[in-house]
């Protein structure tokens, strides 16, 4: 049962456009959720996250709004850059110790 | 300031064989995980530990044990390799799971062939 879902493998997007990185959960329970980003060959970093309570989050370039009634959430990078290619990871924690339950992960590919 | 680190980078295991994956973490964390990836399927949990000497079961635990010895130190071993374990393993540490501004660290990974 996948409580996190990124349905959209890859994404490609113009330098200095909207990249826009969508997740979907099933679990109401959760209480916040995290964004990772992730280069080859390099273990995943945390980027952002939000509060279930919040329907946004902004930092910088990167801003995450959550829709609870939807029970989506999405990551709006502007502009894109040629840096932010990477893999992407949407996360969301299980009840107890901090595990966190991971959706596959979408690559974005932002061209010059 | 090392953070998380994983040792080794690669390796190729043939079927049957054993191994252990080292994670090492220097700040001072209670709680680490170790994670596969594979593609398609996100990052999944194998095994974590919520302090020294403390270890419990994730999502994919079989054919995988652990043993937190000391707190800086999280080991995953493989007793007989098969090929479904090929794979990409993250280690992560954290000081306060359960806070969202207490994110996991992960380390670089350990690429593992199993033939």
């Known amino acids: 049962d996948q409580q996190v879902k990124q349905n959209s493998p890859s994404l490609s997007v113009q330098e200095g456009r909207i990249s826009i990185l969508n997740c979907d959960y099933t679990?109401?329970?959760?209480?916040?959720f995290l964004w990772y980003k992730k280069y080859p060959a390099e273990g995943p970093t945390f980027l952002i996250s939000i509060s279930s309570i919040k329907d946004k989050n902004e930092d910088g370039r990167f801003t995450v709004f959550l829709n609870k009634s939807a029970k989506h959430l999405s990551l709006h990078i502007v502009p894109s850059q040629p840096g932010d290619s990477a893999v992407y990871f949407c996360a969301a924690p299980s009840l107890s110790y901090g595990k966190l339950t991971f959706g596959q992960g979408t690559i974005l590919t932002v061209h010059p | 300031n090392a953070g998380v680190t994983q040792t080794p980078k690669f390796r190729v295991l043939k079927t049957g064989q054993s191994m252990t994956l080292l994670c090492a973490q220097d700040?001072?964390?209670?709680?680490m995980y170790w994670y596969r990836q594979d593609p398609g399927m996100g990052l999944r949990l194998i095994h974590y530990?919520?302090?020294?000497?403390?270890?419990a079961k994730g999502e994919v635990p079989d054919g995988y044990n652990v043993s937190r010895l000391k707190k800086q130190n999280f080991l995953l071993g493989l007793e007989s390799a098969a090929p479904s374990q090929t794979s990409v393993y993250f280690c992560?540490?954290?000081?306060?799971?359960?806070?969202?501004?207490?994110?996991?660290?992960f380390g670089n990974g350990t690429r593992l062939t199993v033939t």
């Open positions: 700040m001072n964390h209670e709680y």
């Open positions: 679990n109401s329970m959760f209480d916040y």
């Open positions: 992560a540490s954290s000081y306060a799971p359960g806070k969202s501004n207490s994110p996991l660290h």
């Open positions: 530990s919520v302090g020294e000497g403390t270890t």
